[in-house]
């Protein structure tokens, strides 16, 4: 018994070995195929941390080396011997994806980081952006133009996994989703073959908004532009004997607020014992006409940075790193309104997760509410873009994140960001909110979901485009919502 136990554990050692010894023949070939613009980095290199790194530690891990691809023909390159190999590999832009497995591996890490311009035309009204930057990068490149894309909200969010979602964005309620605003790709496809997908390529362009990474690796996205000058807003946090106030002007403002340059997010969170709420306020202008936010600025705060500035000002003021790099999960849910029910059961969420979740040790609890307007989705159509699967509604996605440190207590948070949406969803049908069956954010949703939740009617087009462009599963290698 005890022999067979040891030998077995040798054999176990000895697969790992030779498993290991595999990849690492696989990452060689990698080496010597690629041209000059590429790099593969090896454990402990300060490439290849920075590779595997993630925004939430639970979607690191430890591959066998990592890859990054200089030029869109070597990432083919990469591709094809990553299939002829069935190698498992993944691959990642800014690595903000709360899902394990989503952005990492224990096979071969592509990062895209090399994959970093930004260049707009104005004859077009377009800028082409890399599929390895981060939102930071792409407002900054674009701010001394006076223009801006559709992108993300707060500091340190990836590109490429944001775009090929869906993307909330606090010009949504002006332009749409980011998935509105992409004109067009630069797509390694599975076979390796570099192609660019336009409104000329109807099922591919279709399956790219939303399908993630099951169609190739994007190495370069083209979005429409628009004007930027400077914003108002910021960050304001408020302490939790005034939560009641924040849910009073959070409802009121999502029922009379109709100016589309005009957005918050308020964050209910349980930090460090107590309840208390982020709020960050954004407006598309230098000053936002009287009303719109005077419920939110009589509130006392803890601290308040908020001012004319610019966009990119804004997003770096976001609290978004401060809450980094510990084990996380992301959950959500989709609503139609966001009423006092809805805000009570928040608040009422918070406070009763708060204190059971810190037992096993949660070092965050929170809730971000958020209020677009109700046609944020006639900005694009279902018949371009796979997410939404149904533009009938105005859904809003609310989030649900938790951190901690045990990874013993994985399991558990899982469950209760499970639980927590499933009790927020139905308070909100107890209301009439018909959100029984509603598309959920793949990019804010837990990894066990089901796809239907996600893709809804959009899944036969997927599988249909997945059959033609990905016939033998090269995407498959990879983790992530697989069609
Ligand atoms: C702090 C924080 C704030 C957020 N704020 C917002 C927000 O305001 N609005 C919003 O809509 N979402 C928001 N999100 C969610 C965000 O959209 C997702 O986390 C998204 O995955 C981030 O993209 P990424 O490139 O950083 O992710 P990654 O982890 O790098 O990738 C995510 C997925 O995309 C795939 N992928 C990445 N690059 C490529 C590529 N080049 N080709 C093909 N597939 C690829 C990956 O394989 C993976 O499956 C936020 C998330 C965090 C953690
Ligand atoms: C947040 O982290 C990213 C790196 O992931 C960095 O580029 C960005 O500047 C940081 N933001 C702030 C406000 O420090
Ligand atoms: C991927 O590899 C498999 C197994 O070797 C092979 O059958 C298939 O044709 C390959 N796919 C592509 C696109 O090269
Ligand atoms: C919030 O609204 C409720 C219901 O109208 C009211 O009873 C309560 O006093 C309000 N609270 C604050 C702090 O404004
Ligand atoms: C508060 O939340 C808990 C957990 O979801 C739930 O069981 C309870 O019914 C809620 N209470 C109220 C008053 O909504
Ligand atoms: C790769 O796939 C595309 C789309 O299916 C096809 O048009 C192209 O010819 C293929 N390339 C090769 C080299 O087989």
Redesign the pocket.
């Known amino acids: 018994m005890r022999h067979s136990a040891i030998v077995g554990s040798i054999l176990a050692a000895a697969a790992l070995v030779r498993a290991d010894s595999a990849l690492i023949a696989v990452c060689k070939q990698i080496q010597q195929a690629v041209s000059p613009a590429s790099e593969v980095f090896w454990p402990l290199s300060l490439g290849y941390t920075k590779d595997i790194g993630?925004?939430?530690t639970t979607?690191t891990q430890n591959s066998a080396c990592s890859v990054e691809p200089g030029t869109a023909a070597d990432v083919g390159t990469v591709l094809q011997i990553l299939n002829s190999t069935q190698t498992p590999f993944?691959?990642?832009?800014?690595?903000?994806?709360?899902n394990p497995g989503?952005?990492s591996t224990p096979g071969v890490q592509i990062a895209?980081y090399r994959f970093s311009e930004v260049n707009y035309d104005s004859a077009t009204q377009t800028a082409d952006i890399g599929?390895g930057l981060?939102w930071d990068d792409v407002y900054a490149s674009l701010e001394p133009l006076g223009v801006n894309v559709v992108g993300?909200?707060?500091t340190?969010?990836?590109?490429?996994?944001?775009s090929?979602?869906?993307?909330?964005?606090w010009l949504t309620n002006q332009y749409g989703l980011t998935i509105d605003n992409i004109v067009g790709y630069e797509l390694v496809l599975p076979n390796g073959t570099v192609t660019t997908v336009d409104k000329s390529v109807p099922d591919l362009f279709f399956a790219l908004k939303g399908g993630?990474?099951n169609y190739?690796?994007?190495?370069k996205f083209t979005m429409k532009t628009f004007p930027q000058g400077q914003v108002w807003g910021g960050l304001m946090t408020i302490t939790g004997d005034h939560l009641d106030a924040v849910s009073n002007a959070t409802t009121k403002f999502s029922a009379t607020v109709t100016d589309p340059k005009a957005a918050i997010l308020p964050t209910y969170n349980f930090l460090l014992g107590a309840p208390g709420v982020s709020l960050i306020m954004f407006y598309d202008g230098p000053t936002p006409p009287a009303g719109i936010f005077d419920d939110f600025l009589a509130i006392p705060h803890f601290t308040k940075d908020v001012e004319t500035r610019s966009f990119s000002s804004l997003v770096l003021a976001s609290p978004?790193n401060a809450t980094s790099m510990t084990r996380t999960v992301f959950h959500t849910v989709s609503l139609t309104q966001i009423t006092p029910g809805i805000m009570n059961a928040v608040v009422n969420e918070s406070l009763f997760w708060g204190p059971r979740l810190s037992l096993a040790t949660a070092t965050f609890v929170s809730y971000d509410v958020e209020p677009f307007l109700s046609s944020l989705l006639t900005h694009g159509s279902i018949s371009t873009s796979a997410y939404p699967p149904s533009r009938a509604q105005g859904l809003l996605p609310l989030n649900i994140y938790f951190a901690w440190e045990a990874d013993l207590s994985d399991d558990e948070f899982r469950n209760a960001a499970t639980q927590s949406a499933e009790q927020l969803t139905k308070v909100a049908i107890s209301e009439g909110q018909d959100v029984g069956n509603a598309p959920l954010?793949g990019?804010?949703a837990i990894g066990s979901t089901p796809l239907e939740r996600i893709f809804g009617d959009s899944l036969p087009r997927l599988q249909a485009a997945k059959q033609k462009y990905d016939p033998t599963n090269v995407m498959g290698l990879?983790?992530?919502w697989k069609v």
């Not at 190739?216 to 190495?219: E, F």
């Open positions: 993630h925004w939430a979607s993944a691959v990642k832009g800014g690595g903000h994806t709360t989503f952005s895209m599929s981060i993300g909200r707060v340190g969010v990836g590109v490429a996994g944001f090929l979602g869906g993307g909330y964005s993630y990474n190739g690796i994007v190495t978004a954010y990019n804010y990879a983790g992530g």
